[in-house]
T-cell receptor, first 112, second 112 residues
């Protein structure tokens, strides 16, 4: 079975500080990993997918298959980064159905 | 592209009433997902469809909940009769193979 774990329910940092949101997964196949972001009272938006290997809004995430992790990082947090962040996986890349398995989310607060 | 369109955006009704939530997926997307989000339980997948056929409804909490997808451009989630514990934000999302899930803005449901 697959599982996505986000160990921190809440995370607070000051503006300009580095931030890392942790995500660990368990699945024996070849999953595709994602980060979604949800700003206050808004819809979930795709932030990153591991196969794209791009940086969005200064965030990066690298898939570590050895540690089965997909941590989200940003070197200098901004107040507008305050949001709920969800890590999610699709069990197999190219999946026809594309069901996402979500972690419980991490609420990030960036203080001025 | 207008994105995933949900209606209504807000619904307030009394317990016992029937509630119908609507979703129009992105044109060309053939998978559709209904989620429920609460503070207590986080983001839960209720049911999802592929090519208008329900694939997995194991997340539907009880028989009071039902969902249909009569065609590729429309889906409904119905609660009858509604109860206060059904109060939540309900999200619809859609995708096609190779494309991540796109979420709608959600319906904020309050059952009094």
């Amino acid at each position: 079975a697959q599982r996505v774990t986000q160990p921190e329910k809440l995370l607070s940092v000051f503006k300009g500080a580095p931030v890392e949101l942790k995500c660990n997964y368990s699945y024996s196949g070849s999953p595709e990993l994602f980060w979604y972001v949800q700003y206050s009272r808004q819809r979930l938006q795709l932030l990153l997918r591991h196969i794209s290997r791009e940086s969005i809004k200064g965030f990066t995430a690298d898939l570590n298959k050895g540690e089965t992790s997909f941590h989200l990082k940003k070197p200098f947090a901004q107040e507008e980064d305050s949001a709920m962040y969800y890590c999610a996986l699709i069990r197999d890349r190219g999946s026809t159905l594309g069901r996402l398995y979500f972690g419980r989310g991490t609420q990030l607060t960036v203080w001025p | 592209d207008a994105g995933v369109i949900q209606s209504p955006r807000h619904e307030v009704t009394e317990m016992g009433q029937e509630v119908t939530l609507r979703c129009k997926p992105i044109s060309g997307h053939n998978s559709l997902f209904w989620y429920r989000q609460t503070m207590m339980r986080g983001l839960e997948l209720l049911i999802y469809f592929n090519n208008n056929v329900p694939i997995d409804d194991s997340g539907m909490p009880e028989d009071r909940f039902s969902a249909k997808m009569p065609n590729a451009s429309f889906s409904t989630l119905k609660i009858q009769p509604s109860e206060p514990r059904d109060s939540a934000v309900y999200f619809c999302a859609s995708r096609r193979q190779g494309v991540p899930q796109h979420f709608g803005d959600g319906t904020r449901l309050s059952i009094l």
